[in-house]
């Protein structure tokens, strides 16, 4: 692959699993607890929405 | 071959470079063909795999932009995208199943109609403590008399 569109403009990006846990709990900290909201609201919705006796 | 034999040669093995144009044709094609899946089944859980498909596509073009610009912010959209895929599949399941006590199939035609149609009184309501005795045919032999007999022809028409 040689002269691609994009080629040789890919960073030499080394990201560690370190590194993203750090970027998750550091900088996307508030979009992590959101993401707890939403995960307890599916499960509330899916649980709600499989009840059998509903109505 | 052999250049393929010269890439895989020429790996640094700590950062392997896959060229974007790849992570742009394989993200392109997991589009397709969870398009040509939502698009051209009629299984409601085909579809709702399809939609996975497609979702997964964008994650991996995702992480190849991400890669391309040195930033880690897409790898960290990834994972709340895989998050919101699964918060999104389980309500989508849940639908399916409700669906499907309701209409007694997973197709999508059969789902086609979300008006009111008149299926009569629900044939099964039973409280928590019966035993669910609809597995057989919808006949729901009641006790009283007064509700009629209501027979769930399975779909439209």
């Known amino acids: 692959m040689d002269a691609g569109l994009f080629a040789g403009a890919v960073a030499d990006l080394d990201v560690s699993a370190e590194q993203i846990g750090a970027a998750i709990f550091g900088k996307w900290l508030l979009a992590f607890e959101v993401t707890s909201l939403l995960l307890l609201g599916a499960i509330l919705g899916a649980v709600i929405l499989t009840k059998r006796r509903l109505t | ?157």
Request: proline share 4%; with cysteine; aromatic share 6%.
């Open chain 2, 1 to 157: 071959v052999s250049a393929f034999a010269d890439l895989v040669g020429a790996l640094p093995l700590a950062a392997l470079t896959v060229p974007l144009e790849w992570v742009i044709g394989l993200g392109l094609a997991l589009f397709c063909v969870g398009l040509l899946g939502v698009a051209c089944r009629r299984n409601i859980l085909i579809m709702l795999l399809s939609v996975e498909i497609m979702l997964n596509a964008a994650n991996v073009v995702l992480v190849g932009f991400s890669r391309l610009h040195g930033d880690l912010s897409g790898q960290v959209f990834v994972f709340f995208s895989m998050t919101v895929a699964a918060a999104e599949v389980a309500v989508g399941l849940a639908i399916v199943i409700a669906l499907y006590r309701l209409r007694r199939s997973a197709d999508a035609d059969d789902a086609a109609d979300l008006r009111d149609v008149d299926y009569g009184p629900m044939p099964h309501l039973k409280l928590e403590g019966e035993p669910a005795a609809h597995h057989d045919d919808d006949h729901g032999h009641d006790d009283d008399a007064a509700e009629p007999e209501v027979a769930v022809a399975g779909g439209t028409q």
